[in-house]
Structure formats: C-alpha cells, structure tokens
C-alpha cells in the first residue's frame, strides 16, 4: 500500500495528523535519602482491582500512572499532570517519585515486596516472574505510549485502496508495518530518549557486572539486551498475525513462555485479551514499551517527545518500506548496541538516524506541519550531549547525580503541593469541577470530560455512568426541584406551605400597585428588591420602617431592574449557607465582608495587601477566595466608616472594604459545621426535601446559632435557596476545617463503591 | 370593637381591601329545548369522590362548578371561566348549562335522578330530603360565595385591639358581627340580584301556588320562605358560638334536623366538619348561600357583583352596628317579603337600601377606592327594572323567556367552544400549560398556579403533590437529563456511545483551526453551523460539498453567531419531530415551512390570506399554528421559485413562503405517529432513555418513514433532542390527527389516577 500516495491524493492529510493516545508510566516510591519506601500503596487511592489511573506495576512501592486514550498530545499531558497531582498529594508526606528509570539504590531482594493485589493470578504471575528474572530487573521503570491512528484515517484509506482484504485485515496490515519498521528504526528513540545510564552490579542476578557491557555510564540498561527482555529461546514471528498468533502459542505450549504476556517485546499489539482474539478483531491499536523515564520531565516523558514519537511513527507508515523478519533482527540489534553507547559519544548509526528524521522533517513540511521538534532531534545527533542520556552524563559526571534526582523528585512534589484546591490539567474548568475530578481519580472512576466549556463529566463505576455538571448537577437531583430553586417565589411559595419559616412578601408587577400598598409596610422592617436578579442590584433594606417617599424611591430603583418587584418582610440575624447534600447538612459557612485586621502599625492599604498573600486569594474564581481590590467601591465603604485606605487602625479593629459578603469581591469564608446548632441543619435538610432536591444551598438568616430552633422560637428565616451552590467556598474557607464535599457528591452518585470509607 | 377606627389608625386599609374569596355554583344540564336531560354526569369528568372542581349537587344533573380559594376577584372570575370551558366541552355535543337558578321545565318528581354518589352517607343524605321536602325543590340551583378577610388583616386588627379574649375568639367574634349584619340587610342582595322569578305550581309539593304568593312574577323563590329552608320549628341562634353550637346540636338531637348540614341558612359558618369543631377552631370563613344565579352572567355571576358584595360585606364590620337576635329575625323577613315583590316595583325597604349604599359609597372613599358599582347599584334603587329579577321580567312579559334563556344556554357553550385550544382565564400563560391545566381541571386534580409568567403550577391528587413547569418540565426527569439535552454537542457523543446514529461533527474554537481541517470535508455533504444558536441563524448546508472558498466563508458566518462552530456531516433525509414521554413515543409530527397550494384562481397574497383564516393561526404563540406572513423573507423565499405575490399558481401547485420549517413563522404541523414506522419509534424511546429523559422531543432526519430501521440500514440520522419539547403542535396539527400530550403526562405523574383509563 502506497499510503502516502494515497494520503494526498485523498486530500486524508488532516485526518493523517489525528491519532489517539495514552501513556501508562512506572515510578518508585522513595523516601528523600532517594530509597525504596517500605510503606503499602495509600489505601486512599481505592481498590487497584479497578483502578483506571494508579495502578501498581510489579512491586508495591511501583506505582503506575495510567491515562485514558486520548485524541489530543496536550489532553495526555493534562492528564498525566493531573493524576500526579493526585498521586503526588494522596502519598504520606515524606515520599516522594523517583523520576528516574534506575533506582538509585537498589533494595536487597528480601526487602522488595510484590505488589499486593487482591486477584490470585496477578500475585501467582508475579511470583513466577521472580523465580525466572528476579525481583530487581523488575524494579525499573518505564514509560508504555499506546497508539491508535484515527479510526476514520484507517477507514478512508481502505476505502480509497479498494484492496481486496476485510477492513480488520487491512487494519491489521498497517499496524504490522508500523510495528516492522518500529522494531527497525526504535533504536533512533533509545539514542535521543534512553535514561537509564547507570549498569550497577546490584541490578544483576548475581551481582555481577556482565563484561560485554562497556565500562562507565550507557544509554539505556533498561533498553539493552540486559533490560526486561525474553531468553534467546523465544522465538516469536513478527511476518503477519497468523504467523504472530502460531508462534507466541508455541512458545507458550513448550513452557517457554508462561503465558502470552511475559513476551517482552519493544511492541505489543493491543485488540484482544490474547493474540488469538487480536487476529479474530484486528489490531486496533499498538503498545510502545521502550521508553525510559524523562527526569527532566516533570511526569515522566515531555511533551515534546510525545510529539516527537508520533511523527516519527507517522514517517513509519507513511515511507514505502515495510521491514522484513532480517531487517527486524537488525534493528533490535542496533537498539541493543545504541544502549550500550557511550551517552556523550556520537551514535554508531548517525548517518541513518539524521536520514531518517530528515525524512520525518520532509513528511511534515509535505503535510504543511512544523518541523521544530525533529530539527532540536537532529541537533541532538551532532551533539549527544543534547540527548536525555547525554544530559544525565553530564550531571552524573560532576558528581551530583543523586543528589540532583532527590533534588527533582522534591520539586515534582512541591510544585503538585503549590496550588492545593487547583488540578493541573484541568485548570481551564471550575474549582468545583477541578476538585471533583480530583476526587474521583482518586477513588478510580472512569472519568470523560464531555465538554470542557460547559463542565461537563462522565464518571462511571463498573457498569454504573453518571453525568455531571458544574461539580453538583446530577442524576440525584429533578428537573422540577432545580427549577423552583430558581424561582425566589415559587421557592417561598412551596416553603411557607410546608411549615418553613419565609419571610413575608408582595410581588408587584407595577409601580403604582406597590405605592398603594405603603400602609402595609411602613412601620415594619422591610426589603423592596427585583425579583430575579441576584447580585444585589437594586435591593433596598429598611431596617426600621420608611417614609412614603423612601418607599416609593426604593420600588422604583427596583423596577429599574426588573419587571416585578418584592416588598419583603426583613429577616434579622447573620446569613449562613447550609450545603446539604441528601438527608445531611455536610457544610455550614459564614461568609463575612471583604475586611482587614488593625495591627496598630500598617496602613489599610497595606494590611489589604498582606491578606492578599494568602496562595487561596485570585483572581476569575480560580481559587477558593479572592483578591481584596482597592477600588472605588472598597474606598465607598472605607469611608462610611469614616477611613481613608492610608488609616492606620488600631489593633483588632475591623475595618470593611465592601458592604456584601460575596466571596467573589473578597469576602472570608468561615467555616461554621461544627458550631451551628444541630436543629438548623435539620431544617436546611428539611428545606431541600420539600423542594425535592439532593444538592442545594441554603442561605438562612439566624440571630443566634448556638441556641436550639424551637417550634415557639424558630430562630431562623429562610432567605433562598441554590441549585448550583459553589462547593469550593465550604471546601478551602479561609478559616475552620474544610469540607471536602466533592466527595459527599461521589458517596451521594455511587453508594456501592463506598467512596468515604476508603478515605485514610 | 370600632373597627373603622382601628383600620384608620393603624393604616389597616390595604389588609382591610385584602380578602379570599371561592365560588360554589350548580346549574342543570339541558338540552336545546329546555329540559333537563337524563344523561349521567360524564365519566370524563373523573371520580365525584374527590373533585375538586366538578361535582354534581343533588341531582345528577346538577353540575356543581367549585373555585378554589382564591385571594382575588379576577382569579375568581378566571377559574370560573377555565371550569366552565372545561364542563362545557367535555359535555355531550346537545348539552348546555342552564343559565337561570329554576328549572324551566320542572321534570316529574319520578324523572329526577338523584346524584348517583359512590359514598353511602351522601346518598342516604339525600334520600332522607327527597323524603322531606321532595325532589322539586332540591332543582333550583345557586350560588355560594365564601369570604373570608386576609388573615394578616385579622391578626392586625387582634393585635391592635389588645382585646382580653384569644385571636381565635376573637376571629370567630369577626365573623358573627358580620354574619349579623348580613342577616340584617340581606334582602338588599335579594333585592338587587335574586333572579328566580317564577313561582310556578310544579315548583310546590302540592302542585299548588300557595296563596300567600303574590300573582304574577316575583324577585326569588329561591330566597322566599318557600325556598330551601327548614320548617318553622328549626331554631338556632346565631347570638354567639357557644349559643349556635348548643341551639344546632339541640336541634339534631331532637330530630329536628337530620344533621347539621341539613339546617338552611343563607349564612353558614366554616372552619370544622361540624359546629362544635368550629367552636373549637374559631369560624374561619364564612359560607352566603342566598344568591340566585345571574342568568345575564356567563357564569353564574357577574365580577362586578362579586365585587359589590365584597365591598358590602366590608361596610358590614365597617359601621359599628352588631345586629341583635331580634333584629335578625327582622332581617330574614325582609328578606322573604322582598322575594315575594314584584321585580318591576320599588323596594318597600328603599330608603334602608339607599341608606345602607350610601354608607358603602361613603367607606369606599374613605379608603380611596372607586364606589362606581355601588353608584350603579343605587340607580336601581330608583329603576327596579335594572335589577336582575326586573331586567328577567321585562324579557318574561315579553313572552321570551324560555327562548331567550336556551338562546343563551346556546350562546355560552358556544363561547366556550370558541377558541378549544385555549382555556378561558388562564390565557396569559403558555398554549400547553393552558391545556394541562384544563385536562387537570377534567380530572378532578388540585391545581395552584404558583407563578403565572414562569408556568409554574402543583398539581395534588391526594398526598400525592407535583411541581410543572411549561407543561412538561417534572420531577420525571432529572436535572442532569436536562443539562445533557441542552448541550448539542454532549448530547451526541452520548448518544453517539450508545449506538446511535448522529452526524459525525467537529468541534472548533477558532476559525484558523477550521480552515486547516477543510481537507476533512471538502467532498462530503455537511453543515456548518454555530455550537449553540437554535434559530437557524449562522447556519450554512452543503448538500455537493463545497469550494474552499465557500467553506472559510461559512465557518466566519458561523463564528459571528458563537464562540464555538460545528462542523457537521448533513443528514439526508426528512425531519420528524419524536415526541418521547416515559417508554413510548406518543407523537410524531412532520414540520413544513409556510406555503400555499394554488388553485389557478387566487393569486399567493389571496391565497396565504385565505390559510390565515384558520382559526388555528394566530400571533404570538397564543394559538396552535401561526399566521403566515408577507414580508422580505417570505418575499425572498417566493423569489427563489421564480414567484411575487401577486402571481396566480397553478391548481395543485405548493408554493413555499420560507425556507425554514418553523411552526413560529407559518409552518405546517403534520401528524404522522400512526404512518411512522414502528421501529423510528422505538429508537426514539432509546436515545431518550439514553440521555436518562422522560419527556423529550426526538429530531430525526429519516429518508423513508414506511421503510424499518435496521441494524444494516439504520435509515435515520438524530439531529437534536429537546428537553422542553412544544406539546401544542401536535396536539392541535394543521393535518391528521390531534395527539393528547397532556393526558400523557398527567398519565405520568399521576399513575395511581388511570388518567387516560377515564377518558370517555
């Protein structure tokens, strides 16, 4: 198949570009004197049964980052950052992940510890793996990148190639030469991306270091023949599946293999649970094992490589060659030589590797694609030092080897620590969405972002999918309760008749109707507001009655933004918002103006900016509590309590710089669950089910939250309720314990998976 | 208590205004020659055991027409005008209502067919009057109005009187003053609006006139003592409850009465199934029984009237009188002799009648409001033939009577039979919530309307309490099935996850991005359009593919609708609207942009003229179908077949006035849901059940509807799903067969009722 011919031909050039990708990466657990940790994989992190995304590898302290298939290089990288965030915060405090391949240290056989998984098979697999290559080879790591072109890429070329094989066949056809001329050509990524440059006696079996490796530091132990390879007597045909399928089931059938999956190969063909499946379904996809951990890459392999590898594994498809059985030989060969190279000495095969990156740089400029990456590549070849080998070289060389590693390993953590409610890779989206996510990568739910923009998730537990919105838009609740949420008087309506205490209120629909009525307020405390805005606009507070003229102004600032007003009976006490999720109250908040503390020393001015340090205060609700402005409205505020922002005020004075309590204008959350009388949070409960909702937030007014609500004194006045309430706010307040509610809404979707009793 | 005093100094007057109000009225079912028919009351109408609405009172016959509750006259008048049309149009085709309070042919007591009730109690009840005072009597319909005063008004007057008694006692003392007084000057209601004019013999047990009726007409037989009251030694004082309970209970006792509802009273006390419960519970309302139906009122009574009585009855606690015991007695005679006057004659009582408006119209002012009514009130004081009785007897003498009364008989079902898909009172809100309301009404369940502009009702049968919204928004569906619909894009790739076909689509955020992928569509058929716009807008089909030139131009149209564009493969095929509730496609509807077929005579304009006279077309959403318009666009659209307006198309030529199919711009709605094939409906209930939806609306583009949807040949296309599908289209569709959504989702939320198992 002349599949560049037929690439332009068909105008298939965009469809060529998409492919779908996944990584799963190993690292070591170590403590920061750069060993082995002792301690299990955290209990925290769920059942390793299911787990899509932490996983073990073969030791306990291997832990393995998983990502979905994915369509996009960036959306891999997302997810690698963020499933490192998890893994990186879920971990005790003092361990950290080896970002290199090698262990630094490599623990005596006794003290390595097989992964403790729960299914028999997996424990009796990895226990035949120690009898047959020991448990320390076992304990290097790796990067697999997994590779699927675009289904509808493979479609459009069998349509345009009219050959007379079924779609899977042809299929199957292209993976096998891309497998062909991967095994030919893999040793190209072992010279530029091989990183496991130490061959230390303790990594053999006897201890021993084989002679015919060269003296001092390599490209790749873990890519050489000295890696995680089969015995020479495994002898598997790479020619077609049927000859793939016939060989592997020999080998297994004459006990050179226990089983298909211990054929280590640099390539595994992925579409079945075992070869005989792949040939019945066609290769759908393929797995690339030979990378080594990228230490400079913050999770494992850079983004740039990723790119790299697919266009170099698009130029392996897209060239007429297809390498044949000898050729194959030849190359696994080259890649065993090349990772025996000296890290900081040329390539025996320079002239072939620039011939072919300058190939991939031809194929790309064809495709109107930038060919920066494979240029940076082709310098890598006239200077070695530019590989990851050659960098490590250099570092190992001045000594700082081990040294610099840790110093990686604790970087990585911190910066996974910097921002502790954000998940990289999801940063685009809401905190609520952010932290959710977080949460059920943790607990191991099969997580799709639907749409980004819109904050749109599946999660889904063995059989069991649930969407998502906005972090707390669900299944769980109706479509009616989230509607008369949305209505303040429908809302009132419904509560008022179910025994709750509402403030009294009138809806006018025109000015004069509301005039009239002045008798039946002005001597009550009231509030004239629109009916549906929300952000304070054109509210009016009485707090001791009003003259007819202040009235009549009031409802007609009112009617300025809206076209029905309220006269509302006026509530006093302190508003709390209850976030009750089902039949509990899992959260009490206080939220209190945007304000600073007097020292007797600092200007308002400056005491603004010293809270602003807080790393929870931003900017465009990216983060649980926001920045203190400076701006008009704060100075309007300061001055009608009589301040000026460079006042100095005494020591504990309070001094506000806005008159609402919104977070979003720098407001303080205050955490209040545990303080707030147990018969309040009964009501908010009481609150939602007569709406019918599982998720709201209940804003109440209380005048006193320590004293019981009784029937003859209920103590409170329901202000509204919310369909949507923000989580973060309960999640990281700005003083009092967290709530980590995000995990109520996953307990709440998916009771069978007992997600809160997994928490350590 | 000086209630006057107390209103002015408080400022009571807006809570004074304030009342709630409910209207009980029976009427006869006729037929067009005036007498009463036989018929049973109509199954359709649900169970007698516990309407809300529709009852029958003695007879079966008697069609009794109950209001809720209601805090305005107008709400009053609104759902008198919606239960009228809905007993109107749910009676047999040669039914009506009798507009006037006597029968004007009174059937043979054997003809009478007591009310066929499935309570044991009830019907012995009415056997046990059939004994006493014979079928006859029991025919002559009324009306009841209960009144009560805004309880805030109550509570307003307690608090300022600081009286030394308890609320409830003082409550209950409220009522008796007004309960008093009313027996006082009852007669003047009598006199203004009693319309029972015939003393006819058939009317009397004996068959004969008794002598002491004056010869020729009178105001009321209703309210004369030979009206329905109890025998002369049925005694109860009305001087406070604790007299009233002993004298009622004494009476029951003695077997004077049979029970207590059984004593007649133009005044009846509410608030407890019996009068000692009532004392318990202090009166809460009270019941006046003595009106006759107003035959020159469509139903039953005229809003002025309900209005005249209110004011009465607030002048009634307004002036400080408190009628004694005597003076009752002397009420009730003056109000049998003024139904005994001739209605063409002056009151005797004229100048108390004068007296007692005045002071109305002198109260009024004082409160600021109009006295007009009781203006016009006090002109037939000087003109007895503008009083009801008088205005009857004028048409009687006249020798009309019995036709002028089946003409308006006619003339009121007709009314009601004017617009059948709109309901009377309730046509400020949406076609379909007006029609739910309606099938509501049929069905005997409660309905609150909690907030009109927003389509928010409850609907209670039972315990069994549901919120609607927009007629098809309930707790039937979650809040995230909603979400999901809402989202074109989320919506597809589930439904693309669970095996349906949708259009594959791209997804772009820049235009640049979109240009580079035109090699993906540049021969295929597809659509470009704006990710969330939903009125056509920015939308740009290529049905051969397009030049690039042609492709960039529509991805910067689309752009300049939305931040995110679509590209989207076209479906070939027609679109078909799915109308999904619960397991089963209820309604499938073809929708045809606005044309006209021609008939060689009539010129377009004529023609589109003539389709607009379907009295389905109207503006605005108010009607099932909308007027097709002559504009631009409509003038473009003919442009592009070659038309003006004023061209004369052939006979059997359709001519298409827009390009879009739009019921909002004139198109044809067209029912197909028993021509479909089975198997679209089926795959309809799937992507709803996908998306987790109980009501949705389904749009499929299918080439050929006879031809089954296989799983070689899927023969559709899903272009959308609605979560707030319009309902009106198909059930009132320009061709084929209405489809009775409501009842379908009434059927839903109300399993336990067999809606539709009524349906007659």
Chains 1, 2 share one sequence.
Not at 50 to 77: G, N, R, S, W
Not at 456 to 476: A, C, I, P, Q, R
Not at 540 to 565: H, L, P, Q, T, W
Request: aromatic share 10%.
């Amino acid at each position: 198949m002349n599949i560049k011919q037929s690439i332009k031909q068909n105008k298939l050039e965009p469809l060529f570009t998409q492919a779908i990708f996944g990584i799963e990466k190993e690292s070591q657990r170590i403590l920061s004197d750069g060993t082995i940790t002792s301690t299990n994989h955290p209990a925290c992190f769920g059942n390793r049964n299911f787990h899509p995304y932490i996983q073990t590898d073969f030791a306990e302290t291997q832990m393995e980052i998983v990502t979905p298939p994915l369509d996009k290089v960036e959306k891999v990288m997302n997810w690698l950052a963020a499933i490192h965030d998890v893994s990186l915060r879920t971990m005790p405090d003092d361990e950290y992940l080896l970002p290199t391949s090698s262990p630094l240290f490599m623990p005596h056989e006794d003290d390595i510890q097989v992964a403790k998984l729960d299914n028999e098979a997996d424990v009796a697999y990895r226990e035949y793996l120690v009898d047959v290559y020991g448990k320390r080879k076992q304990m290097v790591s790796g990067i697999h990148y997994n590779f699927e072109f675009q289904p509808k890429f493979v479609h459009a070329l069998y349509d345009n190639e009219q050959a007379d094989v079924s779609f899977k066949d042809f299929q199957s056809k292209l993976y096998l030469k891309l497998a062909h001329n991967f095994f030919r050509y893999q040793w190209i990524l072992t010279y530029l991306l091989g990183a496991s440059i130490e061959a230390k006696p303790e990594f053999f079996k006897n201890e021993e270091r084989p002679d015919d490796i060269p003296a001092g530091l390599i490209r790749s132990i873990r890519s050489s023949k000295y890696g995680y390879v089969n015995n020479d007597d495994v002898k598997v045909s790479f020619e077609s599946m049927e000859a793939y399928v016939d060989t592997i089931e020999k080998m297994v059938a004459e006990d050179k293999l226990i089983e298909e999956k211990e054929f280590y190969s640099t390539v595994r063909f992925r579409g079945g649970k075992n070869a005989r499946e792949i040939l019945k379904n066609g290769i759908s996809y393929l797995e690339f094992r030979l990378l080594d951990l990228n230490p400079f890459a913050e999770f494992g392999i850079a983004e740039e490589d990723m790119r790299f590898i697919h266009q170099f594994l698009m130029y392996l498809i897209w060239i007429d060659e297809d390498a044949t059985e000898a050729e194959l030989e030849i190359g696994k060969e080259m890649n065993f030589a090349t990772s025996f190279e000296n890290p900081l000495e040329h390539s025996s095969y320079e002239l072939e590797g620039k011939a072919i990156l300058n190939g991939v740089s031809d194929m790309l400029k064809q495709l109107n694609l930038s060919d920066d990456i494979v240029q940076e590549k082709l310098k890598a070849f006239d200077n070695p030092e530019l590989t990851l080998a050659g960098q490590l070289a250099l570092i190992y060389n001045q000594g700082n080897y081990i040294e610099w590693t840790i110093k990686t390993a604790i970087s990585n953590k911190e910066a996974a620590l910097e921002r502790p409610y954000a998940l990289r890779g999801f940063e685009s989206m809401e905190l609520s969405t952010q932290i959710l996510i977080y949460d059920a990568i943790q607990k191991g739910l099969h997580i799709e972002v639907l749409d980004t923009e819109d904050q749109f998730l599946s999660l889904k537990y063995k059989d069991h999918l649930e969407y998502v919105k906005n972090g707390n838009m669900t299944s769980l609740d109706t479509y009616i309760s989230s509607l008369v949420m949305a209505n303040k008087v429908v809302t009132k309506k419904i509560l008022a008749k179910n025994g709750f205490i509402v403030p009294d209120s009138m809806e006018y629909h025109n000015a004069e109707e509301a005039f009239r009525d002045y008798g039946l307020f002005n001597n009550k405390r009231f509030v004239v507001k629109p009916k549906s805005t929300n952000y304070g606009l054109g509210i009016s507070i009485f707090k001791e009655g009003a003259s007819e003229e202040n009235y009549r102004k009031a409802i007609e600032i009112a009617f300025e933004e809206d076209s029905a007003v309220l006269v509302e009976d006026f509530v006093p006490g302190t508003e709390y918002r209850f976030f009750v999720a089902g039949n509990e109250t899992k959260a009490v908040l206080l939220r209190i103006p945007a304000n600073v503390v007097g020292d007797g020393t600092h200007t308002i001015e400056a005491l603004v900016n010293m809270k602003n340090e807080d790393p929870l205060r931003g900017k465009n609700h990216r983060t649980p509590l926001t920045l203190i402005e400076l701006g008009k409205i704060e100075q309007l505020a300061l001055a009608e309590q009589g301040y000026v922002m460079t006042d100095v005020p005494s020591e504990g004075t309070t001094v506000y710089l806005r008159d609402n309590s919104n977070i979003s204008t720098g407001g303080d959350s205050i955490d209040m669950t545990e303080e707030m009388h147990e018969t309040y949070k009964e009501i908010a409960v009481g609150i939602a089910k007569a709406m019918g909702a599982t998720f709201s937030g209940v804003d109440m007014m209380i005048p006193d939250y320590t004293k019981p609500a009784t029937e003859a004194e209920p103590g409170y006045g329901v202000i509204e309720a919310n369909f949507n309430p923000a989580m973060m706010m309960h999640i990281y307040p700005h003083e009092g314990k967290g709530q980590r509610l995000t995990l109520d809404v996953l307990d709440l979707l998916f009771p069978e998976m007992a997600v809160k009793g997994d928490q350590s």
